[in-house]
């Protein structure tokens, strides 16, 4: 059995963009949580710079989003060509 491609891109955009999200507000509300995490991000999505803004945030969650849309597109198109 298949997965279906579109489904699995979106699920895993929606909970990788919430991630980002929520580790971002997080990050907002107590500054040391998820500092590293946030680091790591920004070295990794060019254009989201790390620094405490709203904007940034979303900017991050919207990079996160897209990112998992096209790496769970990409996962579930070899999964169906393996199986």
């Not at 096209?70 to 199986?83: D, H, K, P, R, S």
């Amino acid at each position: 059995m298949g997965l279906n491609v579109k489904a699995f891109a979106l699920t895993a955009a929606i909970v990788w963009g919430l991630v980002m999200l929520a580790v971002g507000l997080a990050n907002m509300t107590w500054p040391e949580y998820g500092g590293s995490f946030l680091r790591v991000m920004t070295s990794l999505y060019p254009g989201h710079i790390h620094d405490g803004s709203l904007y940034q945030v979303m900017i991050g969650g919207a990079y996160g989003a897209v990112d998992a849309l096209i790496g769970g597109a990409v996962f579930a198109w070899i999964y169906n060509l393996l199986n």
